[in-house]
Nanobody, 121 residues
Framework: QVQLVESGGGLVQPGGSLRLSCAAS????????MDWYRQAPGKQRDLVASISRGMSTNYAASVKGRFTISRDNAKNTLYLQMNSLKPEDTAVYYC???????????????WGQGTQVTVSS
């Protein structure tokens, strides 16, 4: 079994910074692509950033230059450094990881529980 636990959300003023973390635990063999999504009230869940096993990264245009996605494979942990935050960044942020378990080779996607980020003066 695998579970993802998120932390680091909170309330910040415009222009401020937050760092989100997502830690995976359980019977993990390999973690492939790691992603951050966000969902604002009444809106669909959108991809914010992704990072591959080879450390290739992709960002949504709205966060490019402000957010940095990274991963620590030794800790099975994903991070999102968010700088120059804007009110439009307010959302629940979810991590997602594509993982193979020790028990078998099948890839499965796992989601974190979500963490609230609120940007307001």
């Amino acid at each position: 079994q695998v579970q993802l636990v998120e932390s680091g959300g909170g309330l910040v003023q415009p222009g401020g910074s937050l760092r989100l973390s997502c830690a995976a635990s359980g019977s993990i063999f390999n973690i492939y692509t790691m992603d951050w999504y966000r969902q604002a009230p009444g809106k669909q869940r959108d991809l914010v950033a992704s990072i591959s096993r080879g450390m290739s990264t992709n960002y949504a245009a709205s966060v490019k230059g402000r957010f940095t996605i990274s991963r620590d494979n030794a800790k099975n942990t994903l991070y999102l450094q968010m700088n120059s935050l804007k009110p439009e960044d307010t959302a629940v942020y979810y991590c997602k990881m594509r993982i193979t378990a020790i028990s078998g080779p099948v890839l499965k996607d796992y989601w974190g529980q979500g963490t609230q980020v609120t940007v307001s003066s």
